[in-house]
Nanobody, 120 residues
Framework: VQVVESGGGLAQPGGSLTLSCLAS????????MSWYRQAPGKERESVAV????????NYADSVKGRFTISRDNAVNTVYLQMNDLKPEDTAVYYC??????????????WGQGTQVTVSS
């Protein structure tokens, strides 16, 4: 199993970045996919999630209207389009795949993270 994030880097305030997360080794289309982030000295927090089948989405209040999560099951990839970036968006961004089994046990796969820095 592999979950690999890419696309991080340095952006100016007001700028944009698109993160990608390529998954392999499991049935991608059956998994809910999420983006999390962790800033220095803070706990990891959920940023956005897209469900497996209905493709509904949900966002943290802090990124609503600025970030968009999407997935392409044909290429096992989930994206996070980040617009109007702010310095407080600076964090390591992680991709997570989750599937909850029939008995309610969650199976999670995490990536290693990609650094996003927003600074002028």
């Amino acid at each position: 199993v592999q979950v690999v994030e890419s696309g991080g880097g340095l952006a100016q305030p007001g700028g944009s970045l698109t993160l990608s997360c390529l998954a392999s080794g499991f049935t991608f289309s059956s998994y809910e996919m999420s983006w999390y982030r962790q800033a220095p000295g803070k706990e990891r927090e959920s940023v956005a999630v897209v469900t497996s089948t209905r493709r509904s989405t949900n966002y943290a209040d802090s990124v609503k209207g600025r970030f968009t999560i999407s997935r392409d099951n044909a290429v096992n990839t989930v994206y996070l389009q980040m617009n109007d970036l702010k310095p407080e968006d600076t964090a390591v961004y992680y991709c997570k795949a989750r599937r909850v089994g029939l008995l309610g046990k969650a199976n999670d796969y995490w990536g290693q993270g990609t650094q996003v820095t927003v600074s002028s």
